[in-house]
């Protein structure tokens, strides 16, 4: 039995025994409401749709030109930019053995993510999947597809999503913020004449992964001490290699990875990190055993309620913490040096964002989730920041369950989409002054709030966005919050400008340095 039902942008033909859809076609209006995104020209005629082929791009030896000759390889965020005014919000790009359709238009964005399918999958990221398959370790959120990934995130998700859960999460973070306050003032004494903060998003790196290991692992690794430790050091720089190696790995065909001398360092620190997160992970197994044997009770938190629920095996949950520990450090620390960046050039937005800490928490009073709720500039610097600096500045999808259509189109099932957030980001006509620093767009009432839902979403959409978007954004208030209420920020003496360069995700390019002044 076929029936219609209708989706945002499409009408879709169903199967309803199967419950499969058959068929995606757009429309502009239904009943005479206009629907966002569809073109005046669209119909619902498939013979009369746009194929791939018709699509412009570059061709891959132009692709290389532009990434090597042109040397945009370190910004390819920005050759977002230059590709869409070229060939319009919709194009092919040709990167070795990918065959990539780019989309840079907020419209187009919410038609490839309202058609994702019941298992959305970003990239078949063969790259870590042949690592994982090599040593014999397990997917995780990240690398895991189909029906077996939706059992990992029904796993994960509640004490990761769930306010009352991650709130739970604000003692053990607070602890670290402290920490880090005390090291700024140490950074400042001993290597920045009383005032200055050397390279403040190398140092919020430690932050974040310390954070994310107290919540993860429900220990303290040491990475903001004065010496750290050699073995966390490791761990810390096999993630930015990891990061750094993966967009390089994948321009070849596969069978050409084990020739590669940068295939092998790229298993040696993928081998580096699981060594660290096992050990981790059964230390923790042997104190919920000693525990058990002595008739105590177990208490913990996120790591104890993975292993203490027998729903995933230690395999599983080895793969999946390695995953969320990577997915958690680059969001915090670069989002806060971007946000501190900022801050420092704009006195004005940093006294409001101080007014309102002082009026929810004045005194000593420490910041807490529910203090959060009152602090709505907050809030607004730090969707601001991640809209001018997306962590993820190209999402990605893949069509693995239907044909779908977008921009009149109509789209192969397995088409890798790239989903082009930071062209989208600077949309004049969805954000006025997108260059600008205005946290007032966020703001309830604001003749700013009516951009485009899908003109920035930092932490993705649907059943597939960021698994670790609570903790992150809780980690980000705390310590924004409590640094501006302890240091006003002043901006580098020298006059030094940092721009953001590309590696998997977006980083500061240069060391930014900050000058923290007592208040």
């Known amino acids: 039995m076929l029936c219609k039902v209708l989706v945002r942008g499409a009408v879709c033909v169903w199967r309803q025994e199967q419950h499969t859809a058959l068929k995606c076609v757009p429309l502009t209006s239904v009943n005479g409401l206009q629907l966002r995104g569809a073109s005046s ?25 532009w990434l090597f000759g042109k040397g945009y390889f370190p910004i390819t965020h920005q050759m977002q930019i230059e590709h869409s005014r070229i060939y319009g919000p919709l194009w092919m790009s040709k990167y070795g ?21 019941r298992h959305p ?46 709130s739970s999460y604000t003692n053990a973070i607070n602890e670290v913020v402290t920490d880090f306050i005390e090291k700024v003032a140490w950074l400042r004494t001993t290597k920045g004449n009383g005032l200055i903060v050397h390279d403040i998003a190398g140092e919020l790196y430690k932050f974040a992964f310390e954070g994310i290991c107290s919540v993860l692992f429900e220990t303290r ?59 981790l ?12 044997k002595q008739g105590q009770p177990i208490e913990g938190e996120y790591l104890t309620h993975l292993l203490v629920s027998e729903q995933m095996s230690p395999t599983e949950v080895l793969g999946s913490i390695t995953e969320l ?9 670069n989002t806060i040096s971007w946000a501190l960046y900022h801050l420092a050039q704009e006195p004005e937005i940093q006294q409001r964002l101080y007014d309102e800490i002082i009026s929810v928490c004045p005194g000593d009073k420490v910041t807490s989730s529910e203090d959060i709720r009152k602090m709505p500039w907050l ?64 703001l309830r009432g604001e003749k700013h709030l009516s951009q485009h839902p899908f003109g920035s979403v930092p932490f993705g959409f649907g059943i597939r966005a960021c698994l670790g978007r609570r903790l992150a954004e809780l980690e980000m208030y705390l310590i924004l919050s409590r640094l501006i209420k ?34």
């Open 41 to 65: 020209t669209s119909v619902m005629n498939e013979s009369k749709l746009k194929s791939m082929k018709d699509l412009g791009g570059p061709s891959f030896l132009t692709s290389l030109y």
């Open 97 to 117: 053995p990918l065959v990539i359709v780019n989309v840079a238009n907020a419209d187009m964005i919410e038609q490839v993510l309202r058609q994702e399918g």
């Open 121 to 166: 999958v970003r990239t078949d990221m063969p790259h870590w999947r042949t690592y994982r398959e090599l040593r014999k370790q397990a997917y995780g959120p990240l690398t895991e597809l189909g029906a077996n990934w939706q059992r990992i995130r029904s796993i994960l998700n509640p004490h990761m999503l769930k306010p009352k859960h991650v």
């Open 221 to 279: 690794m040491g990475c903001l001490n004065e010496e750290i430790p050699e073995e966390t050091q490791k761990f810390i720089f096999s993630v930015g290699e990891m990061f750094r190696l993966s967009p390089i790995i994948v321009l070849f065909p596969k069978t050409f990875w084990p020739y590669m001398p940068f295939w092998k360092h790229f298993v040696a620190v993928w081998d580096h990190l699981f060594k660290v997160a096992d050990d």
């Open 281 to 292: 992970v059964q230390k923790k197994m042997a104190e919920i055993q000693e525990k058990v």
């Open 325 to 333: 520990l990577l997915a958690g450090v680059d969001t915090t620390s």
């Open 379 to 442: 809030k607004a610097i730090v969707r601001e920041t991640l809209r001018l600096y997306p962590v993820v500045p190209g999402n990605a999808r893949v069509t693995v369950e239907n044909e779908i259509v977008v921009g009149g189109h109509l789209f192969p099932k397995n088409t890798l989409f790239h989903l082009c957030h930071y062209a989208v980001s600077y949309d004049e006509k969805i954000f006025p002054e997108p260059h600008a620093f205005l946290p007032q767009r966020w």
């Open 486 to 519: 302890h240091y006003k920020v002043l901006p580098d003496p020298s006059g030094k400008t940092v721009k953001p360069i590309t590696r998997t995700l977006l980083v500061p390019a240069s060391p930014m340095n900050i000058l923290f002044i007592d208040r």
